[in-house]
């Protein structure tokens, strides 16, 4: 049996002295694969890989803010409401216009003790200011058919948003006063003034309320 001189090594089986560790290369390890992952997962999902976030991810909010700062438009059957009666109340101011100016021109309305048109249009209280009542209110629907028009209605600017408030606040107190007028001082109804004032409620009634939803103003956006 052989023995084995003092001092000697055991050499490995597998290999000689150039093999070399699997694991190494030139004496320096590997990457290993858990480094790679940690490092490529210590980058943000939706950026670019530099500590920036993506365009894309911005576009959301922005989109969002720009729709909340849309204006308020009221609906279409609230729009051609007001138009409509808008446009029925310039039709009666321009006829009472053109019977109060034209003699020849006989309004159809019956007179009676109670109702009688002529009576109303040809007295003292048909006058505001040295001005026909009829003119004042030829005036006042031309404006309200020019504002309460839908394209009227897409405008957010802020002065025409209070001037078809105020100019409704106007009107209905100018109403009472001639129905106040009708029945103390003159004692006659005119059927087509009464017209006049009912179209004349009716349009405060929903500008007050178009005002209060805030239709024709434009939207803050939210902060975050």
Known sequence: M???????????????????DKGTRGGRPEASATTTGARQGSRPSGGRGNGRPSPAGTAAPVKAAAAEAQPAAPPLWFQLTTWILSLGGLAVS????????????TLACPATSTVNCEKVTTSPQSYAFGIPVAVLGL???VFLAVVNSPWAWRITWPPLRWARVGSMVVGIVFVLYLIY???????????WCTSVHVITFALFVLIVFGAAAGYGAAKAPKRA
């Open 2 to 20: 052989a023995t084995r001189k003092p001092g000697a090594t055991a050499r490995p089986a597998g290999g000689g002295t150039k093999s070399k």
């Open 94 to 105: 321009i006829y009472l216009t053109i019977a109060h100016f034209n003699t020849s021109v």
């Open 139 to 141: 005036a006042f629907y």
């Open 181 to 191: 007028a009708e029945l103390f001082s003159i004692g006659a109804i005119c059927l």
